[in-house]
């Protein structure tokens, strides 16, 4: 057994120790002419090129270096001759940690579809596609803690199992132990949830917005970062019946205070990206004009995706109430061409996806925050506004996505809370915590939730939810 320290793919690449001994240890992506070794190790998207000398090599070792296959390999780093690299390893020793017999393994040198991919999510990682991808999503994820870090914010772990399923966000998954089959019933027929593990009906957290509110006025300012589930039965690109979500909640913070958060705080993560990431997102943008290609010219992006990316950090996102969002949309061609699905015909309807991406990329061409939403649309905590009618609710919407974040400022009276949540049908009795923050020093406060995926979605350019994230739950889909 061979004991050489391995050198990271990533740092061999940037070194310029020519003639020393290295050794790397990773994955045969191609091996060409019986000479040239390109392998990956996952440390980033390009590979080194290890050359063999085919005449002094056992040839059964050879036959071994099939797309797969785990090598080790001790050389000499040389400077490349070749085109596209500057470093090379001369090999002395190769090793087969691992073979890939090249008749089975579902992943060749060629481009796969990304339905394919998904089927194979189990070692699609090895695509330079997803390795990008991932990357990306990590490099969001770090931004994420940094941002609130760095501002004094509390990451506070909110509960994945749930017994409130209060904010109606979206149909639940129940948690239970009880024998389905047979469950326990009350003399009306009723399951007896009594007997339940927790003694009481249970589901995964639709979100954990109560339970931060509740440290805010405590800490001042908190954000969760952790998986949510819905169980909606959509099936649609940016759905996911598991996702991540942030949700940062502040004490006297309004809905501008809110807004300006969010705002900063997605500039924040995508500079970030482009500043750390910039193998992947190269990648990623030719990805996507080849991607494109294959559609006719008048859907393809006017913006390449560093164009964009960048566009979106050089620019304020454009902030309007609804009800102006309504005046164009009633008024626009689309409306009234009749190209929208859902027409816009009334002030008080839900916006639709469509009419979302109609705004951000054909009338305002950047991300829009918009404000104040009727408030029967709206979940029953948000700050309920003068004209009783409308709330302080935002949502922010952007280019190619439609909604990736949604908030509020929240309704610190106790008097306007409690008719709200009367009027809505809302248990006060099991909300009676929630409730006890607008007796005990209420205050302002607001919050928002930006769905993980989706922000990854955007920063990658990827056009489906399920390719960003590594197994994706979604209807029918739970494999690996
Ligand atoms: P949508 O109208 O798109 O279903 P929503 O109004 O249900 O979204 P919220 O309840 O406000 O969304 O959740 C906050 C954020 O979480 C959304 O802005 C979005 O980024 C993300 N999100 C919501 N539902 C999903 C989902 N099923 N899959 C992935 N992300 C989601
Ligand atoms: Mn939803």
């Given at each position: 057994m061979k004991t050489e320290k391995r050198i990271k793919v990533k740092d061999l690449l940037n070194s310029t120790a020519f003639g020393s001994e290295v050794t790397v240890k990773g994955w045969v992506r191609t091996f060409r002419n019986n000479q040239f070794i390109a392998i990956n190790d996952g440390s980033t998207i390009n590979n080194i090129q290890a050359v063999v000398d085919f005449s002094s090599m056992d040839e059964t070792l050879l036959k071994r270096?099939?797309?797969?296959?785990?090598?080790?390999?001790?050389?000499?780093?040389?400077?490349?001759?070749g085109k596209g690299q500057k470093v090379e390893v001369k090999v002395k020793q190769l090793e087969i940690l691992g073979d890939s017999d090249a008749e089975k393994f579902p992943l060749q040198p060629k481009k796969h579809s990304l339905e394919f991919l998904r089927e194979i999510a189990h070692l699609r990682f090895r695509t330079n596609t997803f390795n990008a991808v991932f990357k990306v999503r990590h490099a969001l994820g770090y931004a994420i803690h940094k941002f609130f870090n760095d501002r004094g914010f509390v990451y506070l772990h909110t509960p994945i199992i749930s017994a409130s399923d209060a904010e109606g966000a979206g149909e639940l998954f129940r948690v239970t132990t009880l024998d389905f089959n047979n469950p326990p019933r009350l003399e009306n027929g009723e399951v007896d949830f009594k007997q339940d593990f927790f003694g009481k009906s249970t589901n995964l957290t639709v979100s954990g917005q109560l339970e931060a509110e509740l440290a805010a006025m405590a800490f001042g300012e908190v954000y969760t970062f952790g998986p949510t589930f819905r169980a909606e039965n959509s099936n649609t690109t940016r759905h996911l019946a598991e996702f991540w979500m942030i949700e940062p909640e502040v004490a006297f913070?309004?809905?501008?205070?809110?807004?300006?958060?969010?705002e900063d705080l997605l500039k924040y993560v995508i500079k970030h990206a482009l500043e750390t990431c910039g193998d992947e997102l190269e990648f990623l943008k030719n990805r996507l004009i080849e991607e494109e290609k294959l559609k006719p010219q008048d859907e393809r992006s006017e913006l390449d995706l560093l164009a964009k990316l960048n566009f979106c950090l050089n620019n304020d996102f454009e902030r309007l109430t609804y009800t102006d969002a309504i005046e164009i949309l009633k008024n626009s061609n689309a409306n009234k061409k009749k190209k929208f699905k859902f027409l816009i015909d009334k002030w008080g309807v839900d916006l639709q996806s469509e009419h979302e991406r109609y705004l951000v990329e054909k009338h305002f061409k950047?991300?829009?925050?918009?404000?104040?939403?009727?408030?029967?649309i709206k979940a029953f905590y948000m700050r309920q506004n003068d004209d009783g009618t409308t709330v302080r609710a935002m949502d922010i919407l952007f280019p190619g996505i439609g909604e990736i974040v949604g908030g509020s400022q929240r309704e610190e009276r106790l008097e306007q809370l409690e008719n709200r949540m009367k009027e809505m049908n809302i248990p006060a009795q099991e909300l009676y915590w929630y409730l006890d923050l607008r007796k005990f020093g209420t205050a302002p406060h607001a919050g928002f939730g930006l769905g993980f995926e989706r922000l990854v979605l955007f920063v990658t350019g990827m056009t489906n939810i399920r390719d960003v994230i590594p197994f994706p739950r979604a209807p029918k889909t739970a494999e690996f």
């Amino acid at each position: 057994m061979k004991t050489e320290k391995r050198i990271k793919v990533k740092d061999l690449l940037n070194s310029t120790a020519f003639g020393s001994e290295v050794t790397v240890k990773g994955w045969v992506r191609t091996f060409r002419n019986n000479q040239f070794i390109a392998i990956n190790d996952g440390s980033t998207i390009n590979n080194i090129q290890a050359v063999v000398d085919f005449s002094s090599m056992d040839e059964t070792l050879l036959k071994r270096l099939t797309t797969g296959a785990a090598i080790s390999v001790t050389g000499e780093l040389i400077e490349s001759l070749g085109k596209g690299q500057k470093v090379e390893v001369k090999v002395k020793q190769l090793e087969i940690l691992g073979d890939s017999d090249a008749e089975k393994f579902p992943l060749q040198p060629k481009k796969h579809s990304l339905e394919f991919l998904r089927e194979i999510a189990h070692l699609r990682f090895r695509t330079n596609t997803f390795n990008a991808v991932f990357k990306v999503r990590h490099a969001l994820g770090y931004a994420i803690h940094k941002f609130f870090n760095d501002r004094g914010f509390v990451y506070l772990h909110t509960p994945i199992i749930s017994a409130s399923d209060a904010e109606g966000a979206g149909e639940l998954f129940r948690v239970t132990t009880l024998d389905f089959n047979n469950p326990p019933r009350l003399e009306n027929g009723e399951v007896d949830f009594k007997q339940d593990f927790f003694g009481k009906s249970t589901n995964l957290t639709v979100s954990g917005q109560l339970e931060a509110e509740l440290a805010a006025m405590a800490f001042g300012e908190v954000y969760t970062f952790g998986p949510t589930f819905r169980a909606e039965n959509s099936n649609t690109t940016r759905h996911l019946a598991e996702f991540w979500m942030i949700e940062p909640e502040v004490a006297f913070a309004d809905l501008t205070d809110n807004m300006n958060l969010a705002e900063d705080l997605l500039k924040y993560v995508i500079k970030h990206a482009l500043e750390t990431c910039g193998d992947e997102l190269e990648f990623l943008k030719n990805r996507l004009i080849e991607e494109e290609k294959l559609k006719p010219q008048d859907e393809r992006s006017e913006l390449d995706l560093l164009a964009k990316l960048n566009f979106c950090l050089n620019n304020d996102f454009e902030r309007l109430t609804y009800t102006d969002a309504i005046e164009i949309l009633k008024n626009s061609n689309a409306n009234k061409k009749k190209k929208f699905k859902f027409l816009i015909d009334k002030w008080g309807v839900d916006l639709q996806s469509e009419h979302e991406r109609y705004l951000v990329e054909k009338h305002f061409k950047k991300p829009v925050i918009l404000t104040d939403y009727p408030k029967d649309i709206k979940a029953f905590y948000m700050r309920q506004n003068d004209d009783g009618t409308t709330v302080r609710a935002m949502d922010i919407l952007f280019p190619g996505i439609g909604e990736i974040v949604g908030g509020s400022q929240r309704e610190e009276r106790l008097e306007q809370l409690e008719n709200r949540m009367k009027e809505m049908n809302i248990p006060a009795q099991e909300l009676y915590w929630y409730l006890d923050l607008r007796k005990f020093g209420t205050a302002p406060h607001a919050g928002f939730g930006l769905g993980f995926e989706r922000l990854v979605l955007f920063v990658t350019g990827m056009t489906n939810i399920r390719d960003v994230i590594p197994f994706p739950r979604a209807p029918k889909t739970a494999e690996f």
